[in-house]
């Protein structure tokens, strides 16, 4: 088992910046991938962007030169830096991690952004 802890949540004005974070604890020696996906209002769950062990990077298309995945490897956190915020960020963002040859998918329990025009 993984526990996910997010946290960076809020309201800002659009232009603006955010960092989520997500901490993970238990089984963490499985893990393969850990990322951010995001549910705006109304709509289906999209990546965001995962990052690897091995530190591999990959980004939603919208979101591209505007976010920043890092991961923390000592700390087993990984973050989203949010930049250029836009309306159309606004969503609830989880945070995922992959374990195992499977890639068994855990979720944390989600963080509101909001981002006012």
């Known amino acids: 088992q993984v526990q996910l802890v997010e946290s960076g949540g809020g309201l800002v004005q659009a232009g603006g910046s955010l960092r989520l974070s997500c901490a993970a604890s238990?089984?963490?020696?499985?893990?393969?991938?850990m990322g951010w996906y995001r549910q705006p209002p109304g709509k289906q769950r999209e990546l965001v962007a995962d990052?690897?062990?091995?530190?591999?990077?990959n980004y939603g298309d919208s979101v591209k030169g505007r976010f920043t995945i890092s991961r923390d490897n000592a700390k087993n956190t990984v973050y989203l830096q949010m930049n250029s915020l836009k309306p159309e960020d606004t969503a609830v963002y989880y945070c995922?991690?992959?374990?195992?040859?499977?890639?068994?998918?855990?979720w944390g329990q989600g963080t509101q952004v909001t981002v006012s025009s």
């Open positions: 238990g089984s963490i020696f499985s893990i393969v991938a």
């Open positions: 995922s991690a992959d374990r195992g040859p499977t890639r068994f998918r855990s």
């Open positions: 990052i690897t062990s091995g530190g591999s990077t």
